[in-house]
C-alpha cells in the first residue's frame, strides 16, 4: 500500500496554480515547510536529500479542533495550496494485526472486526487504513486508525478554503523519508516534545519495525549532565531492545547505524550513546523535529508527482 494514507479523503485535482506544501499537525499548532522557486523547479529530492534552507518554515496555532481556522489562516497567507500532511501521534493509533485471511477485496472489511476491540471508539466513528510489512511472507498487517469525526471535519474545512490534501501520513511513515535510496537499514530515533520515543528501522523507504518508548517524554530538555548520569544508558538499553529484535526475531542483518532526529542536546547524546555501540551514531542536522518532518512531508510530492507522471505513460 503506498505510504499516503487515508486516500479517501484526499482530492486529486491537478492544478498547477496550486502552491505545494509540507504540513505537520500536531493538536498545538500545524508546521508548515514551503519550497522556495528554486527548489520547485526541475526534480524533486524526498526526504534528507532536501535542504531545508532551500525553503522555509512557517507555523499556525491550532486548537486541535479548529480545521475551518486554521486552514483559513494558511489559504490567507499561501491562497489556493495543494498540501500533504503529517499527522502527529495524537491522532492516530498505530495497531498491528494478523493478517486477514481473505481476498484483498475483502481486507478492509475484515479489518474492522480485528481492530474493534483494539479501540475505545465504536468502529462506526472510526476511519481507517493499512499497510503491509516489506518483510517477506509476514502475516501482520499495520492499521492505522483515527477519529472520523475529525478526519471529515479536516477534509471539509480544506474544500471550503480552496486546499486539496493529496494524502495524509503518520509519524512512523514520515521518518522512512529520510532513507529512501538506501539499501542498508537504519534505526531511526524520532522525539517529539512531549511524545514518547520513536524508535523506526527504515531501509530503502521501507518502515521494517517501530516501536513506542515510554520514559523519554523531556528527551528535548534534558541537560548534558542528566544525559550522562543514566539517561543515555537507559536509552542505549531500549535500543539494544529494538536491535536485538530486529536481527533475532525479523532474521535481518544489524543496522549500518543509529540515527538520532531529536530537538535538545543531541550531539552530547550521541557522543554517550556511541559508547554503547559499534555502530556509528548519527545527529541528523535539524532546525527542529517539527520543522523536519513538515520537509519529509513535503518530500512525498516527488514520489507522487512520479506515480502521477506514470500513469499517463
Not at 494514507?5 to 492544478?15: D, M, P, T
Not at 522557486?37 to 512557517?58: L, V, Y
Amino acid at each position: 500500500m503506498e505510504k499516503s494514507l487515508f486516500s479517501r479523503l484526499a482530492f486529486w485535482q491537478k492544478n498547477h496554480s496550486y502552491i505545494e506544501l509540507g504540513v505537520y499537525v500536531r493538536p498545538d499548532k500545524l508546521v508548515v515547510y514551503q519550497a522556495t522557486a528554486s527548489s520547485n523547479d526541475g526534480e524533486q529530492a524526498i526526504g534528507s536529500d532536501i535542504i531545508e534552507t532551500n525553503g522555509s518554515i512557517q507555523e499556525f496555532a491550532f486548537n486541535g479542533t479548529d480545521w475551518q481556522g486554521v486552514f483559513a489562516l494558511m489559504a490567507k497567507q499561501f491562497g489556493p495550496a495543494r498540501i500533504h500532511i503529517t499527522l502527529s501521534a495524537s491522532f492516530y493509533q498505530l495497531l498491528i494485526v494478523d493478517k486477514p485471511h481473505v481476498e484483498v477485496e475483502e481486507i478492509s472489511q475484515a479489518l474492522l472486526w480485528s481492530v474493534k476491540d483494539m479501540v475505545s471508539q465504536s468502529i462506526a466513528d472510526i476511519h481507517f487504513d493499512y499497510f503491509d510489512s516489506p518483510l517477506a511472507n509476514s502475516n501482520k498487517l499495520n492499521v492505522v486508525v483515527a477519529e472520523k469525526p475529525i478526519m471529515s471535519a479536516m477534509a471539509v474545512a480544506a474544500k471550503e478554503n480552496q486546499i486539496q490534501i493529496i494524502g495524509i501520513s503518520i509519524e512512523e511513515m514520515a521518518v522512512t523519508g529520510l532513507f529512501a535510496e538506501d539499501n542498508q537499514a537504519r534505526l531511526v530515533l524520532c522525539h517529539v516534545s512531549g511524545q514518547e520515543l520513536l524508535l523506526t528501522v527504515v531501509k530503502q523507504g521501507e518502515l521494517y519495525m517501530q516501536r513506542r518508548v515510554r520514559g523519554f517524554n523531556k528527551l528535548d530538555t534534558v541537560s548534558q549532565d542528566e544525559l550522562a548520569m543514566g539517561m543515555a544508558d537507559n536509552l542505549s538499553l531500549e535500543l539494544q531492545r529494538s536491535m536485538d529484535y530486529f536481527e533475532s526475531q525479523l532474521r535481518q542483518a544489524p543496522v549500518a547505524s543509529i540515527e538520532l532526529l531529536i530537538n535538545g542536546q543531541v550531539e552530547k547524546l550521541a557522543e554517550l550513546v556511541s559508547e554503547n555501540f559499534n555502530q556509528k551514531v548519527n545527529a541528523i542536522a535539524i532546525d527542529s523535529v517539527e520543522s523536519k518532518i513538515a520537509l519529509l512531508s513535503y518530500g512525498e510530492f516527488a514520489r507522487i508527482n512520479s506515480s502521477e507522471a506514470g500513469a499517463q505513460v
